[in-house]
């Protein structure tokens, strides 16, 4: 691949990374989520930086594309800025999960390159979202670019979005979390109204 350009190379190690995505851990998935819609829970979605923007979209389609009651923890930055502000960053997912009183059948989906690592003070936000979760019932999904990470261990489902090149997982990453969600918003068993295009 030396002989290639950037753009070449980056296409080509994305078609590696597509074809070694679990397709079966997606369709538990959707099954899972199908099951939240059917039973009336929600769904927290958490993520950080490039993952949080993800977040946000992703709402935007389990909402609109397939009813599902959805929320992104990172959307409401006056809550945000307020909860680092006056409790730290490593508090914002478990206080979201707290103040809106998540209860089975709700759960919650973690976007992350990392999924978090105490020891090394990484994302310790999704860490103790997560625990939180754990301790009030919930779900956790994961959609993770590292299988060393606490989300990828911790989750009900991770699904791991492959690193052919270690200097390209946060694009891979983040880049095929939007892959894999819109993979899972347009799958038939979820999608309840049709896109416009």
């Not at 003070?121 to 299988?147: F, M, N, P, Q, T």
């Not at 060393?148 to 979390?177: H, K």
């Amino acid at each position: 691949m030396s002989e290639m350009t950037h753009s070449q190379r980056f296409l080509t190690l994305a078609a590696q990374v597509a074809a070694g995505l679990d397709h079966a851990a997606m369709d538990r998935l959707v099954g899972a989520l199908a099951q939240l819609r059917a039973d009336g829970g929600r769904l927290f979605c958490f993520g950080a930086g490039g993952s949080a923007a993800n977040c946000t979209h992703c709402v935007n389609d389990f909402r609109k594309l397939c009813g599902i009651e959805a929320y992104s923890a990172t959307d409401n930055v006056a809550e945000l800025t307020a909860r680092v502000n006056d409790d730290g960053w490593d508090t914002v997912f478990d206080g979201y999960l707290r103040v809106s009183r998540a209860a089975p059948p709700d759960a919650v989906l973690v976007l992350s390159v990392g999924g978090g690592d105490i020891e090394r003070g990484i994302s310790v936000s999704l860490v103790r979202g997560i625990d939180e979760a754990h301790r009030r019932g919930l779900k956790v999904y994961a959609i993770v670019g590292r299988a060393a990470g606490y989300a990828a261990s911790a989750a009900d489902e991770a699904i791991l979005v492959p690193a052919p090149d270690a200097t390209l997982i946060t694009p891979m990453a983040e880049a095929f979390q939007a892959v894999i969600w819109h993979a899972l918003v347009s799958d038939p068993r979820l999608l309840s109204q049709a896109t416009v295009w």
